[in-house]
């Protein structure tokens, strides 16, 4: 079944590493986003993408970076200058970024960061 | 700046008990407005898309409506399996498609 993967499910890190969270989808999306959930807020963007080799920063993409080399896979990078990268990450994906129309985001189950 | 607010945070319902949430918006020329169901630990999951007012879609015991200004989501006699936490979310009126404004959402516990 066609859908967006996201790995690990859960993931601890040190203070002071950087982590990486993957995304994969095969739904053949030209467009992926990053978005970070913290309870009582809504979702923030981070990063998108809408076509390989092309991403943008979102509203809070201090501390993150992404890389996109393949249209199927858009990791992220939690580095160690976020300062509060504890949350919940979800990936997801759109047939097109650009500014037409086009329908619902596709998400994945998410990733949980905890930091030690 | 553009904003999109749901009410109630929280919402306990018995299971029957049908009732309401709501999501204001700010966003000048909506070019769609959406709803999401989230359950705990899990992405969000697509429910509706409504895109002028007077709109409404319908789901089993859900059904989406749409003002210039706000939308609700109607549960008519809701069953347990009901409880999640309900999204809304609206595109940017210009600018890449992607760039969703979420509500915080409405958390919903329905009780047997």
Known sequence: DGGITQSPKYLFRKEGQNVTLSCEQNLNHDAMYWYRQDPGQGLRLIYYSQIVNDFQKGDIAEGYSVSREKKESFPLTVTSAQKNPTAFYLCASSPSGGSTLNGELFFGEGSRLTVL | ?112
């Open chain 2, 1 to 112: 700046e553009d904003q999109v607010t749901q009410s109630p945070e929280a919402l306990r319902l018995q299971e029957g008990e049908s009732s309401s949430l709501n999501c204001s918006y700010t966003v000048s020329g909506l070019r769609g407005l959406f709803w999401y169901r989230q359950d705990p630990g899990k992405g969000p999951e697509f429910l509706f898309t409504l895109y002028s007012a007077g709109e409404e879609k319908e789901k089993e015991r859900l059904k989406a409506t749409l003002t210039k200004k706000e939308s609700f989501l109607h549960i008519t006699a809701p069953k347990p399996e009901d409880s999640a936490t309900y999204l809304c979310a609206v595109p940017p009126p210009t600018d890449s498609w992607g760039k969703f404004q979420f509500g915080a959402g409405t958390q919903v516990v329905v009780t047997p």
